[in-house]
C-alpha cells in the first residue's frame, strides 16, 4: 500500500523568508503527487499537481514543487512566505488522483510565520 | 454549486446517537469521495462513489457507518449509536469525469460526540 511521510509536523519561518516542506511517498509506481493546504475551519484547496512530464510544477499563491524519483521526494518550496501562508499542509499521493483507492495524506505540516 | 457543499458545519451528539451528514459535491461532477481527519489519524480515505454506486465500503471504519448517493448528485455519510472515537471533521471532496484526477473539497463537518 502506499504512504507518505511529511518529517516536519511544525515549520516556522520568518515572513520573506524561503519555504521548503518536504514530502516522501512510498509506493510501487509513479504515483499521481499533489499538495494541498488547509487554512483553520476550512476545507483543503488543492496547491499543485504532479501527473507526468516536467518534474518542476507550479501551481497557485506562488508554490513550487519538485519531483524527484531517485528520492521518491515531492517538496514544496515558495522563495518568499507571506503572513497569509500560515496554515496546515498536506502532501497526498493517488493510484489515479482517485477512484476506489482514493487519496493517501500526509499527516501534515503546520506552518507558522513570524512577524 | 459554486464548490462542494457539507452540512451541518458543525454537530454534537450525544453518544448513542445517530448522525446524519450531508455533502452537494459541485454540479456535474460525477465522482464523490468521504474523508475522515482526526488528530489521531490525520485524513483517512472512507468510500468513493462513481454515480450512485460504491464499488469498495472496507474503508469505512465500522459497520456503524453507512453511505448513500442518490441522483448522481448528494450524499449521506449515516453513522448509528455514535461513539466518542467518532468524534473529528468530515470531509467531501469530488471530482469530474474530464478531469477525475483532480478533487476539491468541501468546508468539512465537525462532528463532537459528547
Known amino acids: 500500500a502506499q504512504s507518505v511521510t511529511q518529517p516536519d509536523i511544525h515549520i516556522t519561518v520568518s515572513e520573506g523568508a524561503s519555504l521548503e516542506l518536504r514530502c516522501n511517498y512510498s509506493?510501487?509506481?509513479?504515483?499521481?503527487l499533489f499538495w494541498y493546504v488547509q487554512s483553520p475551519g476550512q476545507g483543503l484547496q488543492l496547491l499543485l499537481k504532479?501527473?507526468?512530464?516536467?518534474?518542476l510544477v507550479q501551481g497557485i499563491k506562488g508554490f513550487e514543487a519538485e519531483f524527484k524519483r531517485s528520492q521518491s521526494s515531492f517538496n514544496l518550496r515558495k522563495p518568499s512566505v507571506h503572513w497569509s501562508d500560515a496554515a496546515e499542509y498536506f502532501c497526498?499521493?493517488?493510484?489515479?488522483?482517485?477512484?476506489?483507492?482514493?487519496?493517501?495524506f500526509g499527516k501534515g505540516t503546520h506552518l507558522i510565520i513570524q512577524p | 454549486g459554486a464548490g462542494v457543499s457539507q452540512s451541518p458545519s458543525n454537530k454534537v451528539t450525544e453518544k448513542g446517537k445517530d448522525v446524519e451528514l450531508r455533502c452537494d459535491p459541485i454540479?456535474?461532477?460525477?465522482?464523490l469521495y468521504w474523508y475522515r481527519q482526526s488528530l489521531g489519524q490525520g485524513l483517512e480515505f472512507l468510500i468513493y462513489?462513481?454515480?450512485?454506486?460504491?464499488?469498495?465500503k472496507s474503508g469505512l471504519p465500522s459497520d456503524r457507518f453507512s453511505a448513500e448517493r442518490t441522483g448522481g448528485s448528494v450524499s449521506t455519510l449515516t453513522i448509528q449509536r455514535t461513539q466518542q472515537e467518532d468524534s473529528a471533521v468530515y470531509l467531501c471532496?469530488?471530482?469530474?469525469?474530464?478531469?477525475?484526477?483532480?478533487?476539491?473539497f468541501g468546508a468539512g463537518t465537525r462532528l463532537s460526540v459528547l
Open positions: 462513489f462513481q454515480g450512485n454506486s460504491a464499488p469498495d
Open positions: 504532479y501527473f507526468s512530464g516536467d518534474t
Open positions: 471532496a469530488s471530482s469530474s469525469t474530464l478531469a477525475k484526477n483532480i478533487q476539491y
Open positions: 497526498a499521493v493517488g493510484l489515479s488522483g482517485g477512484g476506489a483507492d482514493g487519496l493517501t
Open positions: 454540479s456535474g461532477h460525477t465522482a
Open positions: 509506493y510501487g509506481a509513479t504515483p499521481y
